[in-house]
């Protein structure tokens, strides 16, 4: 039986969009994105009658809501998200690089265990905080030299691209631009050196300790 994915004319529209159809995998597809194309009036099990130029552009709209959704972590993947952040921070901020990889490097895209954040989610959080603290006035002044540390050394270059965007309060409008620049795993690295390297300064401004900073910010807040 022939399923919508062997359909060229979709499977050309998918992968325009950036959507990778890997064998086995058919099934999670269909589950995340029919809904959002049923939104569009798109039926992906009846794509006959569909010209190409729509189907695009509502696959289009169906992965940036889909990317949305997995940037934006609610309940306990929030909170688990904000846990591997402040732990990894601490690592950063100790010099410890085996340790901070560890722990970034741990965060799968996709984790069977549904409290476990992935990276999506990490990113997303990660974005969402830098863009708050850095358009938050009474943050400002606190936050206007910050100082990327290299405990993460793949993931500077990305770090230093997402501090800019933060002071736009534009970093999780970014996150799929970055993606396409820096890859995920370095936007991972990216976007934790940058959290850190703002925590640190907050904690130099306050006279606190960056764990205790990182908790009132990542984890009360």
Do not use: Y
Not at 17 to 44: K, N, S
Not at 196 to 219: C, D, N, P, W, Y
């Amino acid at each position: 039986m022939r399923g919508p994915f062997d359909d060229p004319e979709v499977a050309r529209a998918m992968a325009e969009a950036g959507v990778v159809h890997t064998p086995g995998m058919a099934d999670q597809l269909m589950r995340e994105l029919a809904p959002l194309l049923a939104a569009d009036g798109i039926d992906l099990n009846n794509p006959e009658g569909l010209d190409l130029e729509t189907l695009q552009a509502a696959l289009d709209r169906a992965v940036e809501r889909r990317n949305l959704e997995l940037s934006t972590p609610t309940g306990v993947r929030r909170g688990a998200a904000c846990v591997v952040l402040l732990m990894a921070v601490g690592a950063i901020s100790d010099g410890e690089q085996l340790l901070a990889e560890s722990l970034v490097w741990a965060v799968r895209p996709e984790p069977s265990d549904p409290d476990e954040p992935s990276v999506a989610n990490v990113i997303g959080v990660a974005m969402g905080k830098l863009d708050e603290w850095f358009t938050d006035p009474e943050l400002e002044r606190a936050l206007i030299e910050v100082r990327v540390p290299e405990t993460l050394p793949g993931g500077v270059r990305a770090a230093v691209d997402i501090l800019v965007l933060a002071r736009k309060g534009r970093a999780f409008a970014s996150i799929d631009a970055l993606i396409s620049r820096h890859r995920g795993l370095k936007v991972i690295e990216g976007a934790t050196l940058a959290i850190a390297a703002a925590l640190m300064a907050l904690a130099t401004s306050a006279h606190e300790t960056v764990t205790k900073v990182g908790v009132r910010l990542l984890i009360d807040s």
